[in-house]
Each structure stands twice: as structure tokens, then as C-alpha cells.
């Protein structure tokens, strides 16, 4: 699987950005597909998933009520609605697939990434 991550830019506070990953390959929707961000200076953040097989979804408390993740399977796309954006928000954000069927998995459990990329908020 390969993963193009898209929708980065640059925003003001309080403003949105709708992130894609598009995967290339087949059976994308046995997958769970997450997203994860690095600040600069700062270790990789897990900010949510959805899994493959029941489409759970789980969010990092730092963006909860303000993100949201979706997919389409018949495009083997995976989205990251993210709205009322704040300065803290910047980072590269990167996608990532697994096969673990669970929510919240580390991201030593994510075999495949997407390059990342940059959001950027300004106040």
C-alpha cells in the first residue's frame, strides 16, 4: 500500500482545512488508517483513526470535537476534517495504514506512511 497524503496549507486561527490520503493498491478498506502529526521539535502525536473492519473512530483529546476523520473506501480515500483550527494545530501531518484492528494503535504499528503534509496556523 502507498499513501498520498494532501490538503496542507497555511491558515488563520479559527479557520479549516480538509486533509486526503488516497491509497494506492487493493483492499483498502481492511485497513486501519490513522492520522499523526510532528511538531517542530516535537515526537510523532497520534490525532485519530478509524479502523478497517467496524469503522471505530477515535481521536486525540487535543482535537476532539474540532477533527474529523472519515472515509470512502470505493476511493480508497481517508479524510481529516479539521475546523477551529489554533496555532498548536501546526505540524506536519502524516497518514498511516495498519492491519491491527483496534483503535489508537502506536505508531510502531502503522507499517505503511504517507509522506506528510504541512499545516500551518497562524494567530
Known amino acids: 500500500v502507498q499513501l498520498q497524503a494532501s490538503g496542507g496549507g497555511e491558515v488563520q486561527a479559527g479557520g479549516s482545512l480538509r486533509l486526503s490520503c488516497t491509497a494506492s493498491?487493493?483492499?483498502?478498506?481492511?485497513?486501519?488508517v490513522g492520522w499523526f502529526r510532528q511538531a517542530p521539535g516535537k515526537g510523532r502525536e497520534f490525532v485519530a483513526d478509524i479502523t478497517g473492519s467496524y469503522g471505530d473512530i477515535d481521536y486525540a483529546d487535543s482535537v476532539q470535537g474540532r477533527f474529523t476523520v472519515y472515509r470512502d473506501n470505493a476511493k480508497n480515500t481517508m479524510y481529516l476534517q479539521m475546523d477551529s483550527l489554533k496555532p498548536d494545530d501546526t505540524a506536519v501531518y502524516y497518514c498511516a495504514a495498519s492491519l491491527v484492528p483496534y483503535r489508537r494503535a502506536r505508531a510502531e504499528e502503522y507499517k505503511y506512511w504517507g509522506q506528510g503534509t504541512q499545516v500551518t496556523v497562524s494567530s
Open positions: 493498491g487493493r483492499n483498502f478498506g481492511i485497513y486501519t
